[in-house]
């Protein structure tokens, strides 16, 4: 990101000139591109840098260090973290593979969510060229009526006439260089601001990646019931089992018994 900003700096700096003239030509609106352009810019960096501390949670809690307590919770992975927060062993805890299925979309939606403000700066620097654009236009179209209402040959020198128009057509031609300019600077930083904005989703999506590798290679996923019945169902089984198993030992028992007697009698004879 630094570096294309470097570039796309570095061709203001040889086109400079050029985009002085064009930015004169409507320099209020322009003004307020280039804000809007800065803010995007600091958004779409920021976007990138919130991803540092939640990377270093995850480092603090994965090495087991005693300095978890003390770390800033994550705003990212808030839903993780109290999840996991209860675990011990670091290295390995078990879940349930809807629990984990929800806390990753969780953190996706979290996501984009955050990249929700950068598309409407991208949006807004296109809608505030073609509002230059416009305004432009509708000057040049008051200007252009001006000069054909005035426009009067009759018994005038044509030299005279041909001066009057000269200089009432002057009024026309900036109106068209304030309505370009505002396009190009508009449109210009929509692309600045696009390209920012696609490098800190890639960011994003790389950190996502990584963090479902993470806890899918030390999540333990155990088979969690999907309805009451499955829940009654499990409980069922689990009764019979362990009615089974009783049975069991009382006829051992009871055959212990039988043998302990069987063995008093013949003692006894």
């Known amino acids: 990101m630094l570096i294309y900003l470097g570039a796309v ?3 203001c700096a040889l086109l400079y000139e050029p985009l002085r003239g064009a930015f004169m030509a409507n320099w209020v609106f322009n003004v307020l591109i280039l804000v809007v352009l800065f803010i995007g810019v600091i958004i779409c960096f920021r976007q990138v840098l919130v991803l540092r501390p939640e990377m270093e949670w995850i480092k603090i809690f994965r090495t087991g260090q005693t300095g978890l307590s003390l770390k800033r919770e994550p705003r990212l992975l808030k839903s993780l973290a ?3 927060d ?8 078990s879940m349930s593979a809807l629990s984990l299925r929800t806390v990753l979309d969780g953190i996706r939606a979290r996501l984009d969510e955050s990249r929700e403000i950068s598309r409407y700066m991208i949006g807004l620097l296109i809608f505030l060229g073609l509002l230059g654009t416009f305004w432009g236009l509708l000057g040049t179209i008051d200007a252009v009526g001006g000069v054909i209402g005035n426009l009067e040959i009759g018994q005038q020198d044509f030299a005279a006439v041909f001066a009057g128009l000269k200089e009432g057509l002057m009024k026309p031609l900036a109106g068209m260089g304030t309505a370009f ?8 930083g929509s692309l600045v ?14 950190f996502y990646d ?3 590798e993470w806890l899918s290679g030390v999540t333990q996923l155990i088979d969690a019931p999907d309805s009451i019945e499955e829940v009654a169902m499990a409980g069922r089984h689990i009764d019979e089992k362990d009615l089974a198993e009783l049975v069991a030992d009382l006829l051992e ?3 212990r018994l039988r043998g302990q007697m069987h063995n008093s009698a ?3 004879e």
């Open 82 to 84: 109290k999840n996991l």
């Open 193 to 206: 601001l696009g390209f920012l904005d696609i490098q800190a989703g890639h960011a994003q999506n790389r």
């Open 266 to 268: 013949v003692d006894g």
């Open 253 to 255: 028992e009871n055959k």
């Open 9 to 11: 700096a570095g061709v």
């Open 210 to 212: 990584g963090l479902e």
């Open 86 to 93: 209860s675990h011990v062993k670091h290295d390995r805890f």
């Open 181 to 188: 300019s505002s396009s190009l600077f508009g449109l210009g």
